[in-house]
């Protein structure tokens, strides 16, 4: 009997201890990546102020970084805080998805276009050779392959998983013809020369 008890209160001792020695023992980086889940602002920023790069960069055991985290989420708001504390906006997951990746196969067109404005790579691939362009056609994103198109992505790049581009894709689909249209014409109406950088 005494056995017993002594046991139930271990285990409730346990029960008691372990959050508060894992709370103790968070790195600042998983509060960061909790803060922006739970957008708590106020946590967030903190963090930054007092770690900078070191948690703005930060990833989870997925390989998810904060920027990806709001770019799945849709949020223009935590997106445009991250990208002007200078998180890396380039920052690429597990499978080499990019925020700008996420945004444009979703259609997140703010997204896009806050990423692109802070320097963003328009061409950047994930680890299957996709391009923010490629996922945006294959999703039927019209706005997006537009706004990508007028950054100068390039419609003939090709991917690694099939050896085709997002003019491949476009031919393969019903609604092709517009979007080869749209990559077209946006090109053909960029200036010469922009100036690069971000702009907030």
Do not use: C, W
Not at 13 to 41: C, H, N, W, Y
Not at 69 to 88: C, E, K, P, S, T
Not at 113 to 135: C, F, S
């Amino acid at each position: 009997m005494v056995r017993r008890i002594f046991l139930i209160a271990a285990a409730t001792i346990g029960m008691v201890a372990t959050p508060l020695a894992a709370q103790m023992s968070e790195s600042p980086s998983l509060k960061f990546l909790k803060a922006i889940r739970e957008r708590d602002g106020n946590t967030a920023t903190e963090l930054v102020t007092a770690q900078g790069k070191a948690v703005l960069n930060a990833r989870d055991d997925r390989g998810d970084g904060a920027i990806h985290i709001v770019a799945a989420r849709r949020d223009a708001q935590y997106l445009r805080f991250l990208a002007g504390n200078g998180a890396d906006v380039d920052l690429p997951n597990f499978k080499g998805d990019t925020a700008l990746i996420i945004a444009a196969r979703l259609g997140f067109d703010d997204g896009v276009e806050t990423l692109l404005r802070a320097g963003a790579q328009v061409d950047k691939t994930n680890r299957a050779g996709e391009t923010p362009l490629i996922v945006a056609v294959q999703q039927r994103q019209m706005a997006t392959i537009k706004l990508l198109a007028e950054h100068g992505a390039n419609p003939d790049k090709t991917d690694n998983a099939t050896g085709r581009s997002a003019r491949d894709y476009a031919k393969r689909d019903a609604r092709g013809p517009e979007m080869i249209k749209l990559m077209d014409a946006a090109r053909t109406a960029r200036p010469k020369a922009e100036v690069a950088g971000p702009k907030f």
